[in-house]
Nanobody, 114 residues
Framework: QEELVESGGGLVQPGGSLRLSCQVSEDIFSRYTINWYRQVPGKQRVPVATIMTSGSTSYDDSVKGRFTISRDGVKHAIYLQMNNLKPEDSAVYSC????????WGRGTQVTVFS
C-alpha cells in the first residue's frame, strides 16, 4: 500500500505564504500524476494544482498566479508554494497520485485568518 504524507500546513495571516510538501515513493514519483486538492467542510474536494511526470503543470483559476506546484526528484517530494494567501484559501489540503491506481494522503490544515 502506497503512502502519501503531507506536511507544512498551519496558521497564516492574509497575504502570507506557506509551502506544503507531499512525500511519495520513488515509484509514485516516476509514474504518477500528482494533484494538490483542497476541501472545506460540507463541500467536495477540488483540485487546485497538477504536475505530471513530464513536469507540466496546471492550476485552478482561483490560485493561478499565487500557487506554484513543483517536484524534487532527489527527495521524491511534490511541493505547493502558496503565496498571497486569502481567507478563502483556508481548507484541508491533500495530495493525490493518479496512474495505474489512485492514492491519497490524509491532508494538512491551512487556515488563513485576520
Amino acid at each position: 500500500q502506497e503512502e502519501l504524507v503531507e506536511s507544512g500546513g498551519g496558521l497564516v495571516q492574509p497575504g502570507g505564504s506557506l509551502r506544503l510538501s507531499c512525500q511519495v515513493s520513488e515509484d509514485i514519483f516516476s509514474r504518477y500524476t500528482i494533484n494538490w486538492y483542497r476541501q472545506v467542510p460540507g463541500k467536495q474536494r477540488v483540485p487546485v494544482a497538477t504536475i505530471m511526470t513530464s513536469g507540466s503543470t496546471s492550476y485552478d483559476d482561483s490560485v493561478k498566479g499565487r500557487f506554484t506546484i513543483s517536484r524534487d526528484g532527489v527527495k521524491h517530494a511534490i511541493y505547493l508554494q502558496m503565496n498571497n494567501l486569502k481567507p478563502e484559501d483556508s481548507a484541508v489540503y491533500s495530495c493525490g497520485a493518479h496512474g495505474p491506481r489512485n492514492y491519497w494522503g490524509r491532508g494538512t490544515q491551512v487556515t488563513v485568518f485576520s
